[in-house]
């Protein structure tokens, strides 16, 4: 794609951007990094965690125009997002208690886009990679469905040993307490 400006401004292009405008809105469910309830709630949204949002946001915008020359940065955004759609599952979705008000939408809703950004930036890397090394366009769709497909279901595996991990330390921690 390079000098070809058009194509630069295609699907890909409005992933990228749509993902950046998705971390930016953290200002607004933040207050301006001022909202009490929402960094109560969970620690990974702090003032400091919030302004570490905007950062990944900014970094997908200024990815949207050169991400077939590094397809391995779109890998780490992608990892970035399992991350973040691990956390909301295991600390939010779990919860008993409910976020305030002002900041329920967002805890409600954030790890879902989390996985579907994630499931983007996994095809991107997926199908730029192999065009990189030379691969078809064919070899390139490919291998980004397979790692799209991939990044769908990494996130279930990872709960599911984190969860079963967290089980197992509940039950020793138990058994622990018991003996004494």
Same mark, same amino acid.
């Not at 970094?59 to 780490?76: D, I, N, R």
């Not at 397979?146 to 079963?164: E, K, M, Q």
């Given at each position: 794609?390079?000098?070809? =400006?058009?194509?630069?401004?295609?699907?890909?292009f409005?992933?990228?951007?749509?993902? +950046? *405008?998705? $971390?930016?809105? #953290?200002?607004?469910?933040?207050? +301006?990094? =001022? $909202?009490? %309830?929402? !960094? %109560?709630? %969970?620690?990974l &949204?702090? @003032? %400091?965690g919030?302004v570490c949002?905007?950062?990944?946001?900014?970094?997908?915008?200024?990815?949207? =125009?050169?991400?077939?020359? /590094?397809?391995?940065?779109?890998?780490? !955004?992608?990892?970035?997002?399992? &991350?973040?759609? *691990?956390?909301?599952?295991?600390?939010?979705? @779990?919860?008993d208690?409910?976020? +305030?008000?002002?900041? @329920?939408?967002?805890?409600?809703?954030y790890?879902?886009?989390?996985?579907?950004?994630?499931?983007?930036?996994?095809? #991107?890397?997926?199908?730029?990679? *192999?065009?990189?090394?030379?691969?078809?366009?064919?070899? /390139?769709? /490919?291998?980004? #469905?397979?790692?799209a /497909?991939?990044?769908?279901?990494?996130? *279930? &595996?990872? =709960?599911?040993?984190?969860?079963? +991990?967290?089980?197992?330390?509940?039950?020793?921690?138990?058994?622990? !307490?018991?003996?004494?």
């Amino acid at each position: 794609m390079s000098g070809n =400006t058009d194509a630069k401004l295609g699907w890909e292009f409005a992933g990228f951007l749509l993902a +950046a *405008v998705y $971390n930016l809105f #953290i200002i607004v469910v933040s207050k +301006a990094f =001022t $909202n009490s %309830d929402l !960094f %109560d709630f %969970d620690p990974l &949204f702090n @003032r %400091d965690g919030c302004v570490c949002v905007v950062l990944w946001g900014l970094a997908y915008a200024s990815m949207s =125009t050169t991400y077939e020359s /590094a397809p391995y940065v779109c890998l780490v !955004f992608a990892f970035e997002k399992v &991350f973040y759609y *691990v956390h909301w599952h295991m600390t939010v979705a @779990r919860r008993d208690t409910t976020p +305030a008000k002002s900041a @329920r939408f967002f805890y409600c809703t954030y790890g879902l886009g989390d996985l579907a950004f994630g499931i983007f930036f996994f095809y #991107i890397f997926g199908d730029k990679a *192999v065009m990189k090394h030379g691969g078809s366009s064919v070899e /390139a769709f /490919a291998a980004g #469905i397979t790692c799209a /497909a991939a990044g769908g279901i990494l996130p *279930v &595996f990872a =709960t599911t040993a984190y969860l079963r +991990a967290a089980k197992r330390a509940a039950g020793a921690a138990t058994g622990l !307490f018991q003996q004494h």
